[in-house]
């Protein structure tokens, strides 16, 4: 349909740029007369306005239109057959009923477009570019899907479970041949007091995973003495601790760890050095701990823990406790409290102790009292 206009309009401006005044080429199908006319409208002036027709012919400004609608043009101005028969018989059939042809157009199936090729899309290998709905464009369906296939949360929740499995076989085949890779610990010697320290992400991208930390002790630093340590502490400014005696400094400024690595190293060495100058000793300056908090250490107290002296202390206190009960009971000082009341009950049967009533037990009576 799109395509038939398309032709439709261009057929019309085709015949009104080349047919003459009041001259229409075999096809034309037009119902209104002088749809598009480009005919000169000039007339002379001396033309007379009483229609004769030999007047007009004679102007030479106007051609003549007086060409009765039957008469036969001349072989060289009639232009070539646009419209083949069957085109022809359809337009004439859509002009005479054009509502019924619309309606009929309105509900044509259209072939759905894939995604992501649509009217203004670029034309493709073997399309034409004029065509709005290339043939290539359309895919065939698949036959393998026929839509019994799982959700896409379900294949999310079967891409956990395999990667799951996968570790689990990683753990139980590949982690255990590790154990060949093994070292035997060594404990540092004495001149390796510096302390680094790493962090990793096993494998994923992390900001801090360049950071690396060095701890030492001030009192491990071989070749110090007690004036040139003072200086160090007192250099090293709050990354000192008063109660660990231990120097913790960090470095995440460069892209590797072996970079940041040797930034501390270079940096020890520099306080080094400075602390052996003994040019200034920095022993005007006092000791600044203000970036410390002093945690109070509760102590148990020495004089309530159990010693072998005091356990033998409290097991002779109550050998004689249980020697002085064992002397009442035989001479009759100790009363059984039990016995009196169970004696004093069975005198006097009045003051014998009753069940006392339940709340619930006297609304009941209450209520029935009431009816």
Not at 223 to 239: A, M, N, S
Not at 325 to 341: K, Q
Request: proline share 8%.
């Amino acid at each position: 349909m799109v395509a038939l206009l398309s032709k439709l309009g261009s057929t019309a401006r085709t015949c009104a740029r080349l047919a003459p005044a009041n001259r229409r080429p075999p096809g034309y199908c037009g119902r209104s007369p002088r749809a598009f006319s480009y005919t000169s409208k000039t007339k002379s002036k001396e033309a007379p306005n009483n229609g004769d027709k030999d007047a007009k012919n004679s102007t030479g400004t106007h051609r003549s239109a007086s060409l009765s609608e039957g008469a036969e043009l001349d072989d060289s101005d009639t232009p070539a057959p646009i419209f083949t028969p069957a085109e022809r018989a359809r337009l004439e059939a859509m002009l005479q009923d054009p509502r019924r042809h619309a309606q009929n157009s309105y509900y044509h199936p259209v072939e759905r477009l894939p995604k992501g090729r649509g009217l203004m899309a670029l034309p493709e290998d073997g399309d034409e570019p004029d065509d709005p709905f290339p043939t290539s464009a359309i895919e065939d369906p698949d036959p393998l899907v026929e839509g019994d296939d799982i959700t896409p949360l379900a294949h999310a929740e079967l891409d956990q479970h395999r990667e799951m499995r996968q570790y689990a076989r990683l753990a139980a085949w590949e982690m255990p041949l590790l154990s060949t890779l093994a070292k035997p610990f060594e404990p540092p010697a004495v001149d390796e007091v510096l302390r680094f320290r790493y962090t990793t992400y096993m494998g994923e991208k992390h900001p801090a995973e360049n950071k690396v930390v060095l701890q030492f002790c001030t009192s491990d630093m071989p070749g110090l003495t007690k004036e040139q340590r003072d200086k160090l502490i007192k250099l090293v400014g709050p990354r000192y601790n008063p109660e660990t005696d231990v120097v913790k400094m960090s470095c995440e400024m460069f892209d590797t760890q072996a970079q940041n690595k040797r930034y501390l190293g270079d940096i020890v060495d520099k306080l080094l050095a400075e602390a052996r100058d003994s040019t200034d000793t920095f022993a005007d300056i006092p000791f600044d701990f203000r970036h410390h908090t002093f945690k109070r250490k509760i102590q148990f107290p020495e004089h309530w823990k159990i010693t072998p002296e005091r356990q033998e202390e409290l097991e002779f206190k109550r050998a004689q406790r249980a020697l002085e009960e064992e002397e009442r009971t035989a001479a009759g000082l100790l009363v059984d409290g039990a016995a009196e009341i169970g004696k004093v009950l069975a005198a006097t049967p009045e003051l014998s102790i009753q069940a006392p009533e339940s709340g619930r037990t006297r609304a009941r009576e209450t209520v029935r009292v009431r009816r």
